[in-house]
């Protein structure tokens, strides 16, 4: 599941000129989705429009589709680069019991979360950006069953081109993708 940040009334980021952030999220969900596809993988996006989805409604939407992987998508300020993202779970409770509470569904997935993300974060270093791995409390990372990962992609210059925009984001979704592919062995279901 790709999952383009913001949309419709959320803008996200303003990143210069008229571009935001939530049609940048759209155009790299889409290359992704391409990439995958053309590696074997089905993708779906979580929007291909520019509609607002909220929060809580992207992670039951991903657990009711049983997403083998979730991966948000996010662009902005500050720094030049990207961040690739796992769940920062709120402080251990008792996770006893066949109920787990919603912000810390993830617990189940964050070992496999973190194995994404370090295939993702390797494949992104040929990009040739800067690449930082990091814990976050991003929601819905927390609320969500599958390996789950946000990559962000930090802009820098205000006012790149399109082209180098277009470029930029071909490279991303490629690396991606074979940071996804990459990372298949370790989240794979064992019996």
């Known amino acids: 599941m790709i999952d383009p940040s913001h949309g419709g009334e959320d803008k996200g980021a303003a990143l210069g000129g008229k571009l935001l952030e939530k049609d940048v999220t759209l155009g790299l969900a889409r290359e992704l989705r391409k990439e995958l596809e053309e590696r074997g993988i089905a993708a779906r996006l979580l929007r291909d429009s520019d509609t607002d989805i909220s929060l809580e409604r992207r992670a039951e939407l991903t657990n009711q589709e049983r997403a083998a992987v979730y991966i948000a998508l996010h662009a902005g300020p500050p720094g ?97 993708a074979a940071g996804i592919v990459r990372a298949r062995p370790q989240l794979a279901v064992h019996p």
Do not use: C, F
């Not at 019991?97 to 912000?103: M, V, Y």
């Not at 370090?118 to 390996?147: C, E, I, K, M, Y």
């Open 80 to 176: 030049n680069g990207v961040r690739v993202y796992v769940a920062m779970l709120p402080s251990a409770r008792s996770l006893e019991g066949r109920l787990l509470p919603w912000e810390n569904v993830q617990a189940a997935s964050l070992r496999k979360s973190a194995a994404l993300a370090q295939a993702v974060a390797h494949d992104l270093t040929r990009t040739g950006l800067p690449v930082v791995s990091l814990t976050a409390p991003l929601r819905p990372l927390n609320n969500l069953v599958a390996p789950a990962i946000a990559v962000e992609w930090a802009t820098g210059q205000e006012n790149t081109r399109p082209a180098e925009n277009q470029k930029t984001l071909s490279a991303l979704a490629s690396a991606i």
